[in-house]
């Protein structure tokens, strides 16, 4: 089936190191490709996204590459900030056979230290 | 901020008992999704909804039931609630194409006692 797996955190870093958290993915048919962050206490929201192969999704200084040959979006940004500290999700949508299933991975937590 | 409105935001209630959560848009988007949101487990969609009338199961489907009367109306409910079913629950909404995006309610914390 359809699928999305992230790297298990929490992921502990201090302010201005470079982040990397990983994701890789399994589905038939095209999927798109989608990151959403938590804040403490508040809803989803779309970070970044990429409809197809080899598209580079980046917004705030976060940027994910969307590889088909590798099933992987994995998220990175080169200077963590103690405001980025959330919760972040991978995500996917496969639009054919499915109606438009959208599937979330378990959840990555980052904690940035001053 | 999208129109999307969850309710209620809190409910405890006891076991068996029988309880419906609502789901609101003012933004006629095609998709509603139902999720449940549990600490180690991420978000794991119950059901969603690809019209009016039109649902389907996700992963963690047993146990709850929906319904969606009308395009703005997405309701979910637990015919008789179980501890397990103790969790934060969010509705989100999406319109139609690959790549659009989803937005998200504030979420509802409902504790089965």
């Known amino acids: 089936g359809n699928s999305v797996t992230q790297m298990e955190g929490p992921v502990t870093l201090s302010e201005e190191a470079f982040l990397t958290i990983n994701c890789t993915y399994t589905a038939t048919g095209y999927p798109s490709l989608f990151w959403y962050v938590q804040y403490p206490g508040e809803g989803l929201q779309l970070l970044l996204k990429a409809t197809k192969a080899d598209d580079k999704g980046s917004n705030k200084g976060f940027e994910a590459t969307y590889r088909k040959e590798t099933t992987s979006f994995h998220l990175e940004k080169g200077s963590v900030q103690v405001s980025d500290s959330a919760v972040y999700f991978c995500?996917?949508?496969?639009?054919?056979?499915?109606?438009?299933?959208?599937?979330f991975g378990q959840g990555t937590e980052l904690s940035v230290k001053p | 901020d999208a129109g999307i409105t969850q309710s209620p935001r809190h409910k405890v209630t006891e076991t068996g008992t029988p309880v419906t959560l609502r789901c609101h848009q003012t933004?006629?988007?095609?998709?509603m999704y139902w999720y449940r949101q549990d600490p180690g487990h991420g978000l794991r969609l119950i059901h969603y909804?690809?019209?009016?009338?039109?649902?389907d199961k996700g992963e963690v489907s047993d146990g709850y039931s929906v319904s969606r009367s009308k395009t703005e109306d997405f309701l979910l409910t637990l015919e008789s609630a179980t501890s397990s079913q103790t969790s934060v629950y969010f509705c989100?909404?999406?319109?139609?194409?690959?790549?659009?995006?989803?937005?998200f309610g504030q979420g509802t914390r409902l504790t089965v006692v």
């Open positions: 933004e006629n988007h095609r998709y």
């Open positions: 989100a909404i999406r319109d139609r194409g690959g790549g659009t995006e989803a937005f």
């Open positions: 995500a996917l949508i496969i639009l054919y056979n499915q109606g438009g299933k959208l599937i």
């Open positions: 909804s690809y019209g009016v009338k039109d649902t």
